[in-house]
């Protein structure tokens, strides 16, 4: 070993060892836990546990509860993800606007909901939503409306939910978008100007192409941020109603430290980390071919 | 002189970490847990720390009723750590797993059997109380194995809720007795479309169909709580009385989510009767119009036959236990004596409204007076414990969720029946492993 490569390798050492003893050894043990029947009965006596090899995968995949959860997580992904870029987009364009005055406060305003406390702001919602006395349903009922039970009824539940992601998570995303647009010349607005493109035509031609590297990069973070959704449906509805809002990270919970059968909830969390990474990889070659 | 001021230190920093701890519980609490037992056992203060987890409102009040336990015992300071109800189970479980236990805790007695899998209790002598004063069924809640791991603080059980006018137009003065009288009166009451709907069984609740199976003599699983006992003619039979129940419109297929005022719907006579617990009497009182409040009653469960007083309801309520390595034992052990006193039962009672565990406590003005509690008094003395398996709160959402498939008529009676033998068989696997191993011992 060269004297460069060894010192390069003590320079390192720190940051190897921590990623080692915080990331590469907990996610080593608990791949090793999904291929046990760790339970209640281990946690009483260490000679209860078994090693199952992958019939915790099996158990999960067969089991209707994992693809109601599977379901709802895709659901709250595909419809909150793009949701929640479109609505970024949009916000960081209006700032982005050379007419907008007081560019500085909208930012703010806009990024505030991702700087709060996330259960903090699921309980607020919670009373938002309230169907008697949620100012939703007062602003319904001003309207001449019906009142809705936005959180009870099975067929909603998952849309408030939704709803509450999305005004949480955009400040985040547009301030990518910001940053995306500044990093645009304004020399090919102005060649576009000259060969006659219109708003459209610019956004089109100009600012979406140019964009596509922030695009991978928002669709990569949202899409992680999203199929791990547990904290609002833990505090607004606990999965119900009728487990309409039961996502994976709920399911690896409940079965986790409800039930606590360790080695099942483990093996959830395994199916989601492939899951994720699938959904990742295919954004990344979607975004090789353009 | 320099010792006492340096007592006096140790106090104010005992509080201040006490003060801390109930800051932060939330965030962290086996760190400060720690934190508190050092520097609180560390001190030279001669009383003893007795920590007492409490849920929710009984939580609130049963610091209020400590006060005379200390002065009785001035040589024990008992420290109550109240817990929300909805985070009780996962904070307990993770309290034992990080071992940052209490001394004494407050248990639903469902949980027994989980803690017991997990040797989290302490074994109690069956002398710590007056065992002939305790309801069987509520007492049998807390023996796992033959061996006594909690002791009754307060009891819930669910009884038959019911518009007497109703029920009185149908040609039943008083409550039916049995099945055959109860299918008689929904059928009265559907063909007379005297209320909307006979009776009320959301199909989301699974206490419906186990206060059936039980009082058609069912045990929900085998004797060993190794393999569901669905397909078994105690359960079948219920099952399809619970389904017939749905298939004549004598009650809606609807879960609780689906009724938005509940106390409403009773008044205004969407439904006659509904099967539910103790806390439904103080909501009813006040909730129900003043018109309605001489025009429903209670009474215990319909039995399957002639041949039974009454039907056979559920042992639900909560238990005090001792968690295991404790050092406080005595001082918990007189704790749980003292919860238990019959005066202190009814005490309780008129605290909180929860039903007292003792027979003797049944005797105060207050409950005997009233018209709605001497039904669950009936009740209690036939009730049953469900299966003591750590497994059954996922077996008993499979039966409703089966429960309300058949209901709504998506799947066949004998298909749902075999489908939560099979069910309750692959969740019940490790138990028969176990016992194969001998394990376990029973």
Redesign the interface.
Same mark, same amino acid.
């Given at each position: 070993m060269s004297p460069e490569s060894r010192a390069a390798l003590l320079f390192l050492a720190p940051a190897i060892l921590l990623l080692a003893v915080f990331f590469f050894a907990p996610v080593i043990a608990g791949f090793a836990l999904s291929l046990t029947?760790f339970?209640?009965?281990t946690? /009483?006596?260490s000679?209860?546990l078994?090693f199952l090899a992958l019939r915790n995968y099996r158990?999960l995949l067969g089991s209707s509860i994992f693809w109601t959860a599977f379901g709802n997580t895709l659901y709250f992904a595909l419809v909150g993800g793009p949701l929640t870029v479109v609505v970024s987009l949009a916000a960081a364009l209006l700032i982005n606007a050379k007419l907008i005055r007081a560019k500085s406060l909208f930012r703010t305003v806009y990024f505030a909901p991702v700087v709060t406390t996330l259960v903090a702001v699921s309980i607020v919602f919670k009373y938002l939503y309230h @169907?008697r006395f949620g100012v939703f349903n007062r602003a319904l009922s001003a309207v001449g409306l019906e009142s809705i039970?936005w959180l /009870?009824? @099975?067929k909603l539940a998952m849309f408030a939910i939704i709803m509450l992601a999305v005004w949480k998570g955009f400040g985040y995303t547009m301030i990518i978008f910001i940053a995306g647009l500044q990093n645009i010349p304004g020399e090919l607005y102005e060649a576009a100007r000259i060969d006659g493109a219109g708003w459209w035509k610019q956004f089109r031609h100009v600012t979406l192409p140019m964009l596509g590297p922030t695009f991978l990069f928002v669709g990569v973070v949202v899409a992680i941020g999203q199929l791990q959704i547990f904290a609002e449906p833990y505090v607004m509805t606990r999965g /119900? @109603?009728?487990n309409k809002t039961l996502t994976m990270v709920m399911l690896m919970y409940e079965q986790g430290?409800?039930?606590?059968r360790m080695g099942y909830a483990a093996a959830v969390a395994f199916v989601l980390f492939l899951i994720i990474g699938t959904a990742t990889l295919v954004q990344m070659r979607l975004q090789e071919k353009r | 002189m320099t010792r006492n001021v340096e007592g006096l230190m140790l106090k104010v920093e005992c509080k201040a970490t006490q003060i801390l701890h109930h800051l932060t519980f939330n965030i962290k609490p086996s760190t400060f847990l720690v934190l508190l037992l050092f520097s609180c056992t560390a001190n030279r203060d001669p009383k003893e720390r007795l920590e007492f987890w409490a849920l929710g409102r009984e939580g609130e009040v049963v610091a209020e009723m400590l006060a005379d336990f200390e002065r009785a015992n001035p040589d024990i300071d008992v420290v109550v750590q109240q817990i929300p109800w909805s985070a009780a189970?996962?904070k307990l479980?993770?309290a034992?797993?990080g071992e940052s236990t209490p001394d004494v805790a407050q248990m639903g007695n469902t949980w027994i059997p989980?803690f017991t899998?997990?040797?989290?209790l302490e074994e109690l002598a069956p002398t710590v109380v007056d065992r002939g004063d305790y309801f069987p069924g509520i007492w049998a809640t807390n023996v796992i194995g033959g061996k006594l791991y909690g002791i009754p603080w307060y009891v819930d059980t669910r009884v038959l809720f019911y518009r007497s006018d109703i029920l009185a137009a149908a040609g039943f003065p008083r409550a039916p007795r049995t099945w055959g009288e109860w299918g008689q009166a929904m059928e009265t009451i559907r063909a007379r479309r005297l209320s909307r709907y006979a009776i009320l069984l959301p199909t989301?609740e699974f206490e419906q169909i186990e206060v059936l199976a039980f009082s058609n003599g069912s045990t929900l699983l085998n004797r060993d709580g190794t393999r569901g006992a669905f397909r078994q003619p105690p359960f079948a039979q219920a099952f399809d009385f619970y389904i017939e129940i749905f298939r004549r419109g004598w009650s809606p297929a609807v879960?609780n989510?689906e009724i938005?005022n509940i106390y409403q719907q009773f008044a205004q006579g969407d439904f006659a009767m509904w099967i539910t617990g103790p806390w439904n009497v103080g909501e009813c009182k006040r909730r129900l119009p003043a018109e309605m409040q001489d025009k429903w009653a209670t009474a215990p469960l319909p039995a399957r036959d002639a041949s039974a007083p009454t039907g056979v309801s559920m042992a639900g309520g909560s238990s005090l236990v001792v968690f295991r390595g404790g050092k406080h034992r005595a001082a918990a052990e007189k704790l749980i004596r003292f919860l238990s006193e019959p005066a202190q039962q009814v005490r309780f009672f008129e605290l909180t409204g929860d039903l007292p565990a003792r027979r003797s406590a049944w005797s105060a003005p207050a409950l005997v007076s009233d018209p709605y509690f001497p039904a669950f008094r009936e009740q209690l003395e036939r009730v049953q414990p469900l299966p003591q398996v750590?497994?059954w709160?996922?077996i008993a959402t499979a039966m409703f969720d089966r429960g309300e498939a058949a209901a709504r008529g998506t799947v066949a009676v004998p298909a749902a029946l075999a489908q939560l033998d099979a069910k309750a068989d692959?969740l019940l696997e490790?138990r028969r492993?176990?016992l194969d191993r001998a394990?376990i011992t029973r």
């Open positions: 029947d339970d209640l009965y946690i /009483g006596d000679h209860n078994r158990d @169907p039970d /009870g009824n @099975p /119900g @109603p009728l430290f409800r039930f606590w | 189970h996962e479980l993770t034992y797993v989980e899998a997990m040797r989290a989301n879960s989510s938005a750590p497994e709160e996922q692959a490790k492993w176990m394990v």
